[in-house]
């Protein structure tokens, strides 16, 4: 099955940006909706971003207008670009299949935003 690595991840100052990349092992191209997932300190892991195998995308309502996802099924990745980051979006992020998960999670990759 296709293996998922998170990576990317960093500290940054609120209002910073970053972007995070999910490399799969195999094609990507037979995955109709991929996703972002995040799992801050005590939380349960939650629904960031999805994007379809069309391009069509959805956003939680806290990320809207400041995260945006992609994806090069020719690279068999996916990108989340994060901008004006908030202490609130402290967590590990994950990417899998949408909206239900079907791959094993990877380890996921570190975002703290502190000043």
């Known amino acids: 099955q296709v293996q998922l690595v998170e990576s990317g991840g960093g500290l940054v100052q609120p209002g910073g940006s970053l972007t995070l990349s999910c490399a799969a092992s195999g094609s990507i191209s037979s995955i109709v909706i991929m996703g972002w997932y995040r799992q801050a300190p005590g939380k349960q892991r939650e629904w960031v971003a999805v994007?379809?195998?069309?391009?069509?995308?959805t956003y939680v309502d806290s990320v809207k207008g400041r995260f945006a996802i992609s994806r090069d099924d020719a690279k068999n990745t996916v990108y989340l670009q994060m901008n004006a980051l908030k202490p609130e979006d402290t967590a590990v992020y994950y990417c899998?299949?949408?909206?239900?998960?079907?791959?094993?999670w990877g380890q996921g990759t570190q975002v703290t935003v502190s000043s």
């Open positions: 994007i379809t195998s069309r391009g069509t995308t």
């Open positions: 899998n299949t949408a909206p239900r998960y079907y791959l094993p």
